[in-house]
């Protein structure tokens, strides 16, 4: 069935290094796409989107890319910082309803 | 700010019992989700909502159903609790628009549940 996966169930990084995230995608019918990160103990929290139109979006710190040709999207994370540990997902939207598919998520733990 | 509510944080239930989760937002949104969050694998939808009596189901919508009957309150029912039904359980609720962020869903804190 379509499906919205992640290829790194843990990513461990430095304090003050650059984080990629990668995630991939099935359904190429898909238009809306977002990021959410979830501390322990919280329910998942927008971080930044993108449609499909696009094929990068900024915001502070945090950069998205879509590669429609490959159905896969990245979140890339700048001057990763200790407060950044959290699992995110990436999860696609469709039709009118809005419905969001996650993907598995990626445990992002950042070393001092 | 958006709110979505979850009736509890915690909840221990016996097998067999009947569960009601119970979930209020404040931002008239029409769409409203539930789903069930398990240790590598995700967050599965169980069931979602785009408007008041209206009903699709998820990913994993066995041993679950719902109940919407006014556009705030979006209730999840295990009519019959089994301990693989032991989770977390996430609400949450979007516009139904295509206009950036708008699409957004937004979601609860959670309700651990544990059936014993």
């Known amino acids: 069935g379509e499906s919205v996966g992640l290829h790194l169930p843990t990513l461990s990084v430095q304090e003050g290094d650059n984080s990629i995230i990668n995630c991939a995608y099935s359904?190429?019918?898909?238009?809306?796409f977002i990021w959410y990160k979830q501390e322990s103990g919280k329910g998942p929290q927008f971080i930044i989107d993108i449609r499909s139109n696009m094929d990068k979006r900024q915001g502070q710190r945090v950069t998205v890319l879509l590669n429609k040709t490959v159905k896969h999207l990245s979140l890339q994370i700048a001057a990763t910082q200790p407060g950044d540990s959290a699992v995110y997902f990436c999860?696609?939207?469709?039709?009118?309803?809005?419905?969001?598919?996650f993907g598995g998520g990626t445990r992002l733990m950042v070393k001092p | 700010d958006v709110k979505v509510t979850q009736s509890s944080r915690y909840l221990v239930k016996r097998t067999g019992e009947k569960v009601f989760l119970e979930c209020v937002q404040d931002?008239?949104?029409?769409?409203m989700f539930w789903y069930r969050q398990d240790p590598g694998l995700g967050l599965r939808l169980i069931y979602f909502?785009?408007?008041?009596?209206?009903?699709e189901k998820g990913d994993i919508p066995e041993g679950y159903s719902v109940s919407r009957e006014k556009k705030e309150r979006f209730s999840l029912i295990l009519e019959s609790a089994s301990t693989n039904q032991t989770s977390m359980y996430l609400c949450?609720?979007?516009?139904?628009?295509?206009?950036?962020?708008?699409?957004?869903?937004?979601f609860g804190q959670g309700t651990r549940l544990t059936v014993v």
């Open positions: 909502s785009y408007d008041v009596k209206m009903k």
């Open positions: 999860a696609e939207t469709r039709g009118a309803g809005n419905m969001l598919t």
């Open positions: 931002m008239d949104h029409e769409n």
């Open positions: 359904n190429s019918a898909s238009d809306y």
């Open positions: 949450a609720s979007s516009l139904t628009s295509y206009r950036d962020r708008d699409a957004e869903a937004f």
